[in-house]
Nanobody, 124 residues
Framework: QVQLVESGGGSVPAGGSLRLTCTAS????????MGWFRQAPGKEREGVAS????????DFADSVRGRFTISQDIAKATVYLQMTILKSEDTAMYYC?????????????????WGQGTQVTVSS
């Protein structure tokens, strides 16, 4: 089992930045990919970014590419989502997720473990 805890959400004006943090605990050696997802009210969950924890390969949704970066601190079993040039459409609950499979990309169904979410609100 893997437990994930997110933090770092908040309210920012458009154009601002936030850094989300996700710390993993438990059987973390089984994790191959870490991902960030978001869900706005009335919308489906959307994949935002993912990272292969052993190689650093990353993938991003077109809507955030160039504005968001994903990184990790392996020693701390922590993944970060640095969000810049935030827009009102980035407002959502953001979730951290972990996959034990290869190549899950941004497909939520391929991630087995989920955090409780952290709210990001961007005011225009």
């Amino acid at each position: 089992q893997v437990q994930l805890v997110e933090s770092g959400g908040g309210s920012v004006p458009a154009g601002g930045s936030l850094r989300l943090t996700c710390t993993a605990s438990g059987h973390t050696a089984s994790i191959k990919f870490m991902g960030w997802f978001r869900q706005a009210p009335g919308k489906e969950r959307e994949g935002v970014a993912s990272m292969y924890v052993y190689g650093g390969n990353t993938d991003f949704a077109d809507s955030v590419r160039g504005r968001f970066t994903i990184s990790q601190d392996i020693a701390k079993a922590t993944v970060y989502l640095q969000m810049t040039i935030l827009k009102s459409e980035d407002t959502a609950m953001y979730y951290c997720a972990a996959s034990e499979d290869y190549g899950p990309g941004l497909r939520a169904g391929m991630y087995y473990y989920w955090g409780q979410g952290t709210q990001v609100t961007v005011s225009s």
